[in-house]
DNA sequence: TGCGACACATATCT
DNA sequence: CAGATATGTGTCGC
């Protein structure tokens, strides 16, 4: 059923790229590759590494869920394999043409409907200001390869100590640090040497149709990264941008409506969640979620409502259930789930449906989610009682990454931002990470 | 049903 | 601790 496995290069995928043990976020399908890019004579296949920092959580309705209003994050980075140093590259596009040399490369971000089939959906950024301030479209954002060394290969270590202080050479690439970056604000974070990209505050345009707990059709949208490269002539002043290759989401709702509206679910923020929850009404918000807290699950007002005013407490109701929880999936069963990741799920948009028929049917695959085996919590969450997420796993990543040396660096980085590393480091306390890692 | 704008609430930062 | 900042979300009107 998978069917598209996409590309001719289902890339090996990067070890790294594919968390093994977590996902609290939407996996990303295999890579689809355009083109052939060579590099002295030798082929290269890049490879899109991409995550959704925040903003989903895994409806009641098994599916990746973020609401329309609400901001989500995604990284980008991508890899060349085999690594050349100060090599050239050059893009092979119509037999009639000859190589291309690549004077730079970029990501950019983009959504659809229903996959590749489906319309392009828009997405725009939001500057801190909001809605004060202007909304910009997607552009694409230069970024260079990640060099070896956090990546799959487990010489990591060797390698580094081997090069000297700096980073190791990269493929050439004239016009990387041209122009463009002038960018004098821009809501992404982006520094100007880095390996990887941040997009952040970005919203969908529009949700999906039939959100409704209806069985109508329910309509799908799929985040979409690409990888592009610029063959520009040396003389021409435009850049000539060539979508390199890509790398979907699996499919995800957008609602439109506010989360009042779906009472029994919570998002639960996956990552990070400041803010509160409304409340003006009396009712209870969920505070964030637990993910992390206490209450778990807390708020959402699940009917009471009311009176009291207070409330919070209330919560617990069943709350479970969000589990977003990949951890266990992915961390033990399927080690590294690359396969997971790559997997299967896409394509079958049409199978979607059978799936929606029941809600008590979930796809195999997934129903793992749903019942995880406590004793990961267990130790994870000796403080809190609610048996809920375990954050754990976002932490997890986090040491992930930073382990690998080269890529630490690209995330702290990132961390301009600041927020967000903030928030995550602050905001989940999971004294042990990475336990069961 | 979904959207946009406004307003309020709250977490976190400074 | 207070103000600023950032973000989630309730509400209203279309």
Same mark, same amino acid.
């Given at each position: 059923?998978?069917?598209? +496995?996409?590309?001719?290069?289902?890339?090996?995928?990067?070890?790294?790229?594919?968390?093994?043990?977590?996902? *609290?976020? $939407?996996?990303?399908?295999?890579?689809?590759?355009?083109?052939?890019?060579?590099?002295?004579?030798?082929?290269?296949?890049?490879?899109?590494?991409?995550? !959704?920092?925040?903003?989903?959580?895994?409806?009641?309705?098994?599916?990746?869920?973020?609401?329309?209003?609400?901001?989500?994050?995604?990284?980008?980075?991508?890899?060349?394999?085999?690594?050349?140093?100060? &090599?050239?590259?050059?893009?092979?596009?119509?037999?009639?043409?000859?190589?291309?040399?690549?004077?730079?490369?970029?990501?950019?971000?983009?959504?659809?409907?229903?996959?590749?089939?489906?319309?392009?959906?828009?997405? !725009?950024?939001?500057?801190? #200001?909001?809605?004060? &301030?202007?909304?910009? $479209?997607?552009?694409?954002?230069?970024?260079?390869?990640?060099?070896?060394?956090?990546?799959?290969?487990?010489? +990591?270590? /060797?390698?580094?100590?081997?090069?000297?202080?700096?980073?190791?050479?990269?493929?050439?690439?004239?016009?990387?640090?041209? =122009?463009?970056?002038?960018?004098?604000?821009?809501?992404?974070?982006?520094?100007?040497?880095?390996?990887?990209?941040?997009?952040?505050?970005?919203?969908?345009?529009?949700? +999906?149709?039939?959100?409704?707990?209806?069985?109508?059709?329910?309509?799908?949208?799929?985040?979409?990264?690409?990888?592009?490269?610029?063959?520009?002539?040396?003389?021409?002043? *435009?850049?000539?941008?060539? #979508?390199?290759?890509?790398?979907?989401?699996?499919?995800?709702?957008?609602?439109?409506?506010?989360?009042?509206?779906?009472?029994?679910?919570?998002?639960?923020?996956? /990552?990070?969640?400041?803010?509160?929850?409304?409340?003006?009404?009396?009712?209870?918000?969920?505070?964030?979620?637990?993910?992390?807290?206490?209450?778990?699950?807390?708020?959402?007002?699940?009917? %009471?409502?009311?009176?009291?005013?207070?409330?919070?407490?209330?919560? %617990?109701?069943?709350?479970?259930?969000?589990?977003?929880?990949?951890?266990?999936?992915?961390?033990?069963?399927?080690?590294?789930?690359?396969?997971?990741? &790559?997997?299967?799920? *896409? /394509?079958?948009?049409?199978?979607?449906? %059978?799936?929606? *028929?029941?809600?008590? #049917?979930?796809?195999? /695959?997934?129903?793992?989610?749903?019942?995880?085996?406590?004793?990961?919590?267990?130790?994870?969450?000796?403080?809190?009682?609610?048996?809920?997420?375990? $954050?754990? $796993?976002?932490?997890?990543?986090?040491?992930?990454?930073?382990?690998?040396?080269?890529?630490?660096?690209?995330?702290?980085?990132? =961390?301009?931002?600041?927020?967000?590393?903030? %928030?995550?480091?602050?905001?989940?306390?999971?004294?042990?990470?990475?336990?069961?890692?």
């Amino acid at each position: 059923m998978p069917l598209s +496995t996409s590309g001719p290069y289902s890339t090996p995928l990067l070890g790294y790229a594919s968390q093994p043990s977590s996902n *609290e976020t $939407p996996p990303f399908n295999a890579q689809e590759t355009y083109v052939d890019i060579t590099c002295e004579g030798t082929a290269v296949v890049p490879s899109i590494d991409a995550k !959704i920092e925040k903003g989903f959580f895994w409806s009641n309705d098994r599916v990746w869920t973020c609401y329309r209003r609400n901001y989500f994050a995604v990284n980008v980075s991508f890899s060349l394999s085999p690594w050349i140093a100060n &090599g050239r590259l050059y893009l092979n596009r119509n037999s009639n043409k000859g190589p291309e040399q690549i004077q730079a490369m970029a990501v950019s971000l983009s959504a659809a409907v229903d996959g590749a089939t489906g319309k392009q959906i828009e997405l !725009i950024q939001h500057t801190p #200001k909001r809605d004060k &301030g202007p909304q910009l $479209p997607m552009k694409k954002e230069h970024l260079q390869p990640t060099p070896p060394g956090k990546s799959h290969n487990d010489h +990591t270590y /060797g390698l580094n100590t081997f090069h000297s202080t700096t980073q190791i050479a990269a493929p050439q690439l004239p016009l990387q640090n041209e =122009g463009d970056q002038s960018n004098q604000y821009s809501p992404t974070t982006h520094s100007s040497s880095t390996y990887q990209h941040a997009f952040e505050r970005i919203q969908f345009k529009s949700a +999906t149709a039939n959100n409704g707990k209806r069985r109508a059709q329910q309509q799908y949208y799929h985040l979409i990264v690409e990888l592009w490269a610029n063959v520009q002539n040396p003389r021409d002043s *435009e850049p000539t941008w060539v #979508k390199i290759a890509t790398r979907s989401s699996h499919h995800v709702v957008v609602r439109g409506r506010s989360p009042s509206h779906y009472s029994n679910e919570g998002p639960h923020n996956a /990552g990070t969640s400041r803010g509160g929850s409304g409340s003006g009404l009396g009712g209870p918000g969920h505070p964030g979620l637990g993910s992390n807290g206490p209450t778990y699950g807390g708020g959402y007002r699940n009917g %009471m409502s009311g009176s009291g005013g207070a409330t919070m407490g209330g919560g %617990m109701y069943r709350g479970n259930t969000y589990s977003l929880d990949p951890s266990p999936v992915g961390s033990h069963s399927v080690s590294s789930s690359s396969s997971l990741s &790559g997997g299967p799920v *896409e /394509g079958l948009i049409d199978n979607h449906h %059978m799936v929606d *028929e029941e809600d008590n #049917k979930p796809i195999d /695959g997934y129903d793992g989610y749903q019942y995880f085996p406590a004793p990961i919590f267990e130790g994870i969450q000796s403080k809190m009682d609610a048996p809920a997420l375990p $954050p754990l $796993p976002e932490r997890s990543i986090k040491q992930e990454y930073p382990g690998t040396g080269a890529l630490a660096s690209g995330w702290q980085i990132g =961390g301009c931002g600041s927020r967000f590393q903030g %928030m995550e480091s602050s905001r989940g306390y999971y004294p042990d990470m990475v336990a069961h890692y």
